[in-house]
């Protein structure tokens, strides 16, 4: 599209389970005018163009993390403040004994962060065989990085092996598939952003009968 920068991205709007928009669209036109910016120059400050920057305001786009990112350094906030999310409430220290295992799909995952961030970290137990076969495709950006085993990472139509040591970033709207190439498993870490893309969505894939959500 004319006057669209390639990082601004083509999403449609992903509306809550609600139904509603999410609450970054009015904080981000709420925080640009408490930074007495126009339109035009915030946008122009994020290397967005004005009708992109307009169209997060509204709820039409998603911001991706970057974007946010950019856009908390020239309002002079942070991120969490973009988000309405209440800082203090949360505590900043996760520690091991109170990270439960969750399975989803075959596979089993601990929270490695705070729930209801920009970003969700997980670390995650790939088994071999499960969900090897599931493509993925949904909007957002991904980080993986490899603690254990080796993985098979698919990314459109290149295959990758990566080994113990090994990451990757991608977007989340080129197909992906993530599968365990030992018989003993991958263990990774594993971040997502959050505003696109619910974790049921993601690669952890549907919940089996008898699983925990």
């Known amino acids: 599209m004319e006057g669209m920068s390639p990082s601004e991205g083509t999403h449609p709007p992903e509306p809550s389970a609600d ?6 669209a009015p904080q981000l036109r709420a925080l640009r005018r408490r930074a007495s910016l126009t339109l035009e120059a915030a946008a122009r400050a994020a290397g967005l163009s004005p ?3 307009s169209r997060l305001e509204t709820g039409q786009r998603q911001p991706s993390l970057p974007m946010l990112l950019a856009l908390a350094r020239i309002y002079g906030t942070t991120v969490s403040e973009l988000l309405g999310e209440t800082v203090a409430e949360r505590d900043a220290v996760l520690r091991a004994d109170d990270m439960e295992p969750t399975k989803a799909g075959g596979w089993t995952y601990w929270q490695a962060g705070a729930p209801g961030r920009g970003m ?10 499960s969900q090897g076969d599931i493509v993925r495709v949904h909007p957002g950006e991904e980080w993986l990085y490899v603690l254990k085993g080796r993985l098979r990472l698919r990314l459109g139509d290149t295959a990758h092996l990566l080994a113990p040591g090994d990451s990757a970033h991608f977007d989340s709207l080129t197909p992906h598939r993530i599968a365990a190439a030992d018989h003993d498993g991958a263990d990774l870490l594993f ?3 959050l505003l696109q893309s619910p974790t049921a969505t993601l690669c952890l894939g549907p919940n089996t009968p008898g699983e925990t959500p």
């Open 120 to 129: 969700q970290a997980l670390r995650v137990h790939v088994p071999y065989g």
């Open 19 to 24: 139904g509603e928009l999410p609450a970054v």
């Open 191 to 193: 971040v997502h952003t």
């Open 51 to 53: 009708a992109h920057l």
